[in-house]
């Protein structure tokens, strides 16, 4: 079946730099479109960024471009979200996600704060 892993969260001061790894596995990686989300507490779920099965960035959200660069790495099933700059409207429980229908993972915990 399909699993999406999650991993890399963890506590970082502003300005600070985390690299986020989503595993997959359970389906054909290498042919579909992939995407990072996040929830904050008391927020909707919101789409952070995407790539396409080339690996080419189709999509960031305002509050992270410049900022955020999300990358694939199709031989090892995984996507990654490079986060830099980082700033607590950041902080978040980050998932990631296949196009079309997914299961969502359990997410890592990202938390930005002095």
């Known amino acids: 079946q399909v699993q999406l892993v999650e991993s890399g969260g963890g506590l970082v001061q502003p300005g600070g730099s985390l690299r986020l790894s989503c595993s997959a596995s359970g389906f054909a990686f290498s042919t579909r479109a992939m995407h990072w989300y996040r929830q904050a507490p008391g927020k909707e779920r919101e789409l952070v960024a995407s790539i396409d099965i080339a690996g080419t960035p189709t999509y960031y959200v305002d509050s992270v471009k410049g900022r955020f660069t999300i990358s694939r790495d199709n031989a090892k099933n995984t996507v990654y979200l490079q986060m830099s700059s980082l700033k607590p409207g950041d902080t978040a429980v980050y998932y990631c996600?296949?196009?079309?229908?997914?299961?969502w993972g359990q997410g890592t915990q990202v938390t930005v704060s002095s």
């Open positions: 996600k296949r196009s079309g229908t997914s299961p």
